[in-house]
């Protein structure tokens, strides 16, 4: 085999495995991007319960204290 014609079979084994690379970096990259996708929502519906939790401790709180001043009139 001539030294010419290992070069020129050598790369083409190189741009099929450079091909190939590329494609797994693509993939990689949209799940990349999705897992990321999903951490934002996670983090919002996250950020979302809370809220609601602090809206709720400060409604027990007002519960408390009206009950403690209703129990005090008696």
């Known amino acids: 085999m001539s030294a010419d014609h290992q070069v020129a079979k050598e790369g083409v ?11 797994k970096i693509e993939e990689l990259t949209l799940y990349s991007i999705q897992l990321e ?17 602090q809206t709720i401790k400060q409604k027990q709180s007002q519960l408390e204290q009206l009950i403690k001043e209703r129990l005090g009139r008696k």
């Open 37 to 53: 996708k999903r951490n934002q929502q996670q983090e919002n519906a996250l950020q979302r319960q809370m809220q609601e939790l």
């Open 13 to 23: 084994a190189l741009t099929r495995l450079n091909a190939t690379l590329l494609e």
